[in-house]
T-cell receptor, first 111, second 112 residues
Framework: GQQVMQIPQYQHVQEGEDFTTYCNSS?????IQWYKQRPGGHPVFLIQ?????EVKKQKRLTFQFGEAKKNSSLHITATQTTDVGTYFC???????????FGTGTKLQVIP | DAGITQSPRHKVTETGTPVTLRCHQT?????MYWYRQDPGHGLRLIHY???????DKGEVSDGYSVSRSKTEDFLLTLESATSSQTSVYFC???????????FGPGTRLTVL
């Protein structure tokens, strides 16, 4: 079945440093979604990318969808302690709005 | 966030006992899902529903059953709980416009 992998699994950064997580799918995706889960919380939808090569920005967060629509990245510029959490990508799987979630990247920001 | 509640929020039970977790939504979303989250495994789909009384299995459905008798309620039942089912369980709803999922606050289940 479809597999969605993310790297790295964990990342510790000093506050103010940049951070990037990468998402790779075993199959071509019609879209890619990104979610953030704060410690002790639930996943919250951040954004959806649909077009090949698409780039979207949300303040300090930049999301990219690869040209082949099999990979994606999330880049955070100048991290802040509020960025702490686990970031998941997710790709559609077999209809009914189902998605397969990536393994997640846990970000820790050191003040 | 969408109006999704889960009950109970925490539960400790013993091996072999039945357990039912409830998910309630007020958004009238068609699709509903149950996930479990375990360290190193991310979010894995247990069962999902695409309408009232319409359900199907996800990737880790063994030992679980679900029911959806009303649009707003989706129940997850562990017929005979095992220690391997100790986990955090999230309910989610899905929409097609936009194509996103909305999560409930989660239920932490411990099976002793």
């Amino acid at each position: 079945g479809q597999q969605v992998m993310q790297i790295p699994q964990y990342q510790h950064v000093q506050e103010g440093e940049d951070f990037t997580t990468y998402c790779n799918s075993s199959t071509t995706l019609s879209n890619i979604q990104w979610y953030k889960q704060r410690p002790g919380g639930h996943p919250v939808f951040l954004i959806q990318l649909v077009k090949s090569g698409e780039v979207k920005k949300q303040k300090r967060l930049t999301f990219q969808f690869g040209e082949a629509k099999k990979n994606s990245s999330l880049h955070i510029t100048a991290t802040q302690t509020t960025d702490v959490g686990t970031y998941f990508c997710a790709g559609p799987t077999g209809g009914y709005q189902k998605v397969t979630f990536g393994t997640g990247t846990k970000l820790q920001v050191i003040p | 966030d969408a109006g999704i509640t889960q009950s109970p929020r925490h539960k400790v039970t013993e091996t072999g006992t039945p357990v039912t977790l409830r998910c309630h939504q007020t958004e009238n979303h068609r699709y509903m899902y149950w996930y479990r989250q375990d360290p190193g495994h991310g979010l894995r789909l247990i069962h999902y529903s695409y309408g009232v009384k319409d359900t199907d299995k996800g990737e880790v459905s063994d030992g679980y059953s679900v029911s959806r008798s009303k649009t707003e309620d989706f129940l997850l039942t562990l017929e005979s709980a095992t220690s391997s089912q100790t986990s955090v369980y999230f309910c989610a709803t899905g929409t097609s416009q936009p194509d996103t999922q909305y999560f409930g606050p989660g239920t932490r289940l411990t099976v002793l």
